[in-house]
């Protein structure tokens, strides 16, 4: 399959279900209270929403939609923890940007939220939007049973916290003193952006009650597009500009930092990711043409543009 013969079929589910985890989201950040709740600030709602009404792809809730959709999941329910991922992401992108980190000027082609606010606004900003994930799963308006509830908050929150996404970025400032090795680099990327990816999949299962054999396989299957992803992005900063990427390009290169592009160059690259897209097809075989979707995803992600 090449990239353009996917383009329509796909760009239309993506937009489509980006349409819908925007709506929900919108609804989500307004200033109405919720029980236990005293006061919403406006200018931190408004700084919520900047970092997250702001254009994203949303390919995580999209994943989320769409493994959800192959056990025929509660399509709400899938809606719910779509949104509560993309405001994690959301999170990890304006503390990421913040100046003890990545120090960035743009994200999704327009000023960081430090920039149109300030710092404390965007440390907030991030802070709330990691908490309210967990609000929004956990909430009986998420129509799932408890159980399944509790389970998806476990895992998201393993999948975000120190043993996945802030440790991976923990390791990834370490990186640059401590040039770490391939199977280094691979540790922290699967932390960094994978274990987000890997749930987006894994939790399609869970609200699906698929069995253990299922959920494994798209836990696995995530891992699989989330390597992708992350060698894609690594080559989109050493091959694009800040045109296309919507925020700055050859970064990467700039600060040193050690990553499988520069490790082994662009051609190695672009064949781990063409084996990529070919496991994460194998694993979804089981099924069947319920999963051609999720396969076009996969394509996407290795041969994104931005
Ligand atoms: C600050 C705890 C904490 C974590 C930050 C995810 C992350 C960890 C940092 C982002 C740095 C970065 C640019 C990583 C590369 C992969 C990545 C997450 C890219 C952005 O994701 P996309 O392309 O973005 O899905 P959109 O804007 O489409 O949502």
Same mark, same amino acid.
């Given at each position: 399959?090449?990239?353009?013969?996917?383009?329509?079929?796909?760009?239309?589910?993506?937009?489509?279900?980006?349409?819908? %985890?925007?709506?929900?989201?919108?609804?989500?950040?307004?200033?109405?209270?919720?029980?236990?709740?005293?006061?919403?600030?406006?200018?931190?709602?408004?700084?919520?929403?900047?970092?997250?009404?702001?254009?994203?792809?949303?390919?995580?809730?999209?994943? %989320?939609?769409?493994?959800?959709?192959?056990?025929?999941?509660?399509?709400?329910?899938?809606?719910?923890?779509?949104?509560?991922?993309?405001?994690?992401?959301?999170?990890?992108? %304006?503390?990421?940007?913040?100046?003890?980190?990545?120090?960035?000027?743009?994200?999704?082609?327009?000023?960081?939220?430090?920039?149109?606010?300030?710092?404390?606004?965007?440390?907030?900003?991030?802070?709330?939007?990691?908490?309210?994930?967990?609000?929004?799963?956990?909430?009986?308006?998420?129509?799932?049973?408890?159980?399944?509830?509790?389970?998806? %908050?476990?895992?998201?929150?393993?999948? $975000?916290?120190?043993?996945?996404?802030?440790?991976?970025?923990?390791?990834?400032?370490?990186?640059?003193?401590?040039?770490?090795?391939?199977?280094?680099?691979?540790?922290?990327?699967?932390?960094?952006?994978?274990?987000?990816?890997?749930?987006?999949?894994?939790?399609?299962?869970?609200?699906?009650?698929?069995?253990?054999?299922?959920?494994?396989?798209?836990?696995?299957?995530?891992?699989?597009?989330?390597?992708?992803?992350?060698?894609?992005?690594?080559?989109?900063?050493?091959?694009?500009?800040?045109?296309?990427?919507? &925020?700055?390009?050859?970064?990467?290169?700039?600060?040193?930092?050690?990553?499988?592009?520069?490790?082994?160059?662009?051609?190695?690259?672009?064949?781990?990711?063409?084996?990529?897209?070919?496991?994460?097809?194998?694993?979804?075989?089981?099924?069947?043409? &319920?999963?051609?979707?999720?396969?076009? $995803?996969?394509?996407?992600?290795?041969?994104?543009?931005?």
């Amino acid at each position: 399959m090449d990239k353009n013969s996917l383009a329509p079929h796909f760009t239309t589910a993506l937009a489509t279900r980006a349409m819908q %985890v925007e709506t929900i989201l919108q609804k989500l950040l307004d200033e109405r209270l919720r029980a236990g709740e005293i006061a919403r600030p406006e200018r931190l709602m408004a700084a919520m929403r900047y970092g997250v009404l702001n254009g994203g792809k949303r390919l995580r809730p999209f994943l %989320v939609m769409e493994t959800a959709a192959l056990f025929g999941a509660n399509e709400e329910a899938a809606l719910r923890v779509a949104a509560a991922l993309e405001s994690i992401h959301c999170y990890s992108l %304006v503390h990421d940007d913040l100046p003890a980190m990545d120090d960035d000027d743009l994200r999704r082609g327009q000023p960081t939220l430090h920039k149109a606010f300030d710092e404390a606004a965007a440390i907030l900003a991030g802070d709330s939007l990691l908490t309210y994930a967990f609000d929004i799963i956990a909430s009986d308006e998420t129509d799932l049973d408890a159980a399944t509830r509790l389970e998806l %908050v476990l895992s998201l929150a393993r999948a $975000a916290g120190p043993g996945g996404m802030a440790g991976g970025q923990a390791l990834d400032l370490m990186a640059e003193e401590q040039n770490p090795d391939e199977t280094g680099i691979i540790t922290l990327q699967a932390m960094k952006t994978g274990a987000l990816i890997r749930f987006a999949c894994e939790s399609g299962a869970i609200i699906g009650g698929a069995t253990r054999e299922e959920r494994e396989r798209l836990a696995e299957f995530g891992s699989a597009i989330g390597l992708a992803f992350q060698l894609a992005d690594d080559l989109l900063d050493v091959t694009s500009d800040a045109a296309h990427l919507g &925020k700055a390009a050859g970064k990467d290169a700039a600060a040193g930092k050690a990553t499988l592009v520069a490790l082994h160059g662009i051609h190695w690259t672009r064949n781990q990711l063409a084996g990529l897209v070919a496991q994460a097809e194998e694993l979804l075989s089981p099924f069947g043409d &319920k999963a051609e979707i999720l396969k076009q $995803a996969a394509h996407f992600i290795a041969n994104r543009e931005s």
